[in-house]
Nanobody, 121 residues
Framework: QVQLVESGGGLVQAGGSLRLSCAASGRIGSINKMGWYRQAPGKQRELVAVIIGARSTNYADSVKGRFTISRDNFKNTMYLQMNSLKPEDTGLYYC???????????????WGQGTQVTVSS
């Protein structure tokens, strides 16, 4: 009923930039919190950044000052601008959103399939 599709990942050299997108589609009534998570090989999935509403944001300490999360509520799309990338930023980046499906009262957590980000040194 709801899909989250990430795009924008790829291979980049250290110091470079990438912009990730996450587009939500389907029977969307409203979207509350949206966030980006990442998982490196052999490690647990970790929060990268979250945005609540239009402007309330929170970042992992490791990405503060380098990454910027934003969203376009009209397009049901979230973005992650990643600058000054480091090899330790390498991982599979997942989109997460709390979505209320049309006709429902409750918000449910949904995940995308992930987009790979690889930063070479």
């Amino acid at each position: 009923q709801v899909q989250l599709v990430e795009s924008g990942g790829g291979l980049v050299q250290a110091g470079g930039s990438l912009r990730l997108s996450c587009a939500a589609s389907g029977r969307i009534g409203s979207i509350n919190k949206m966030g980006w998570y990442r998982q490196a090989p052999g490690k647990q999935r970790e929060l990268v950044a979250v945005i609540i509403g239009a402007r309330s944001t929170n970042y992992a300490d490791s990405v503060k000052g380098r990454f910027t999360i934003s969203r376009d509520n009209f397009k049901n799309t979230m973005y992650l601008q990643m600058n000054s990338l480091k090899p330790e930023d390498t991982g599979l980046y997942y989109c997460n959103a709390d979505i209320r499906i049309t006709g429902s009262w409750a918000f449910e957590s949904h995940w995308g399939q992930g987009t790979q980000v690889t930063v070479s040194s």
